[in-house]
């Protein structure tokens, strides 16, 4: 049995498939790694089960990462749209930050967004943000304006050609996920959408559950590795 899933990340519309029970998630030595694998956490108290579903789970995330590494959904809509000689995903990325839900980018909406705002929203250093915007300010997409709430503050907003182009691209976006999703039963959509959020959730905490919940495995992982020299 095959379940297909589809995940959007800003701009990105990502499918694939988990295999259902009874399919084993490899064979040969990479086989033999994850029975190794599943004894260890078994001691740890993780049922095998749960083992092999993680598995599963990881092999569709590493195959969802490079796609979204690849931009393929990005690109696609700067050239369905005709945008690809006007901006390139970086300035994209800043003029969704700029104008798109903050929910998009798991925060709440705000009224105002400065440089530090876009630079929080899509994780990078508030210098390269800064000049991200200068670039849309010289294409005439953004514009720094003086902060209605507080006049000491400058905030970052989009012109109109700029606020047409992120409209743009979520059109795209969402007619390309709202095609997709339409061959999912009313059922189906409902049981996915909580569960991915919750899923998506757990790499909140995920740093500190290792230390913390089992500081003996990690004690035993760390110790083996201080056995093993590298090849020089």
Known sequence: MYVQLAITCQQHVIVFTIRGRGCSLEDGPIAERNEALAEFLKNAGIDREITRAALEI????????RRVNKRELGIAALKALGLEEEIDLAQLDVLMATDAPG???????????????IATRLRIDPSRASRLVSELIAKGLALRTVSQMDARRTIVELTERGAAIVEAVRRFKFLVMGEFLSGWTAEEIETFIPLFNRFAAWTSDAGAVGPDRFPEEIGEIAARLRTISAVS
């Open 58 to 65: 990881d092999a569709t995330l590493q195959r969802w990462r």
């Open 103 to 117: 929910k998009e980018f798991g925060c709440e909406e705000e009224p105002e967004t400065m440089v530090s705002t």
